[in-house]
């Protein structure tokens, strides 16, 4: 009797971790790239429901996030230049469960997305 309830029981567990690990949670790494010679400063990104942001992004410097999509809507990105002026940009669309990366190149004047985006639908 204390057999079966043990194995059912490791079963049970069995079964939950498979189960888990069918699960996937859909990503979307974004890189912001300073290619310009100069700090950019305030850095917003703002998605469907979210939005993260850096104070300072140095000349060179890459910084890297990982968001997940759970609307549809626009990727957009707002920053200041050295001259102190504010840029703002919508890059793309994005949809739940979308996963990939955009990498958004930033100079002092313009953000150039590459878009790489598998649509799981």
Do not use: W
Not at 38 to 54: C, H, I, K, M
Not at 105 to 116: C, F
Request: with cysteine; net charge positive.
């Amino acid at each position: 009797m204390k057999l079966i309830k043990t194995l059912t029981i490791l079963m049970g567990v069995s079964l939950c971790l498979v189960l888990a690990s069918c699960s996937r949670s859909h990503v979307i790494v974004v890189s912001l790239t300073n290619t310009s010679a100069q700090p950019l400063s305030g850095l917003v990104v703002d998605y469907p429901e979210a939005t993260f942001g850096r104070n300072v992004l140095k000349p060179g410097e890459t910084y890297q996030y990982r968001i997940k999509a759970t609307d549809s809507g626009p990727l957009k990105i707002t920053f200041i230049n050295a001259g102190g002026q504010s840029r703002n940009y919508s890059l793309a669309t994005l949809h739940p469960n979308d996963e990939g990366s955009i990498d958004i190149k930033l100079t002092q004047d313009a953000a150039v997305p590459d878009v790489r985006l598998n649509a799981s639908r």
